[in-house]
């Protein structure tokens, strides 16, 4: 078993900055991803972005590219979300998301998640 936890969400305003965490323990993958999804209210969970564990080859969906950068710290065993310029289109609750074996922007190809946290953005 994998157990992720986030934190690192919170209020700014546009233009602000924020950086989530998100801490595994259990079982580690030393060939999977770490994935980053948000949920914003009454919408379907997204993809916005994930970072391979070996090579840290990071992957972005396009409306954060640029704005957004994945960074990992194996030795933590923890994955970091950057989220500069944020938008209040980036209101969400933001989740990352641990799978063993590639990267995936599917949400179905992820085998565990984190509790998610807020990230509110004013305008």
């Known amino acids: 078993q994998v157990q992720l936890v986030e934190s690192g969400g919170g209020l700014v305003q546009a233009g602000g900055s924020l950086r989530l965490s998100c801490a595994a323990s259990g079982r580690t993958f030393s060939s999977g991803a770490m994935g980053w999804f948000r949920q914003a209210p009454g919408k379907e969970r997204e993809f916005v972005g994930a970072i391979s564990w070996s090579g840290g080859r990071t992957y972005y969906v396009d409306s954060v590219k640029g704005r957004f950068t994945i960074s990992r710290d194996n030795a933590k065993n923890t994955v970091y979300l950057r989220m500069n310029s944020l938008k209040p289109e980036d209101t969400a609750v933001y989740y990352c998301?641990?799978?063993?074996?590639?990267?995936?922007?599917?949400?179905?190809?992820?085998?565990?998640w984190g509790q998610g946290t807020q990230v509110t953005v004013s305008s």
């Open positions: 998301a641990a799978r063993a074996y590639g990267s995936s922007p599917s949400v179905q190809q992820y085998d565990y």
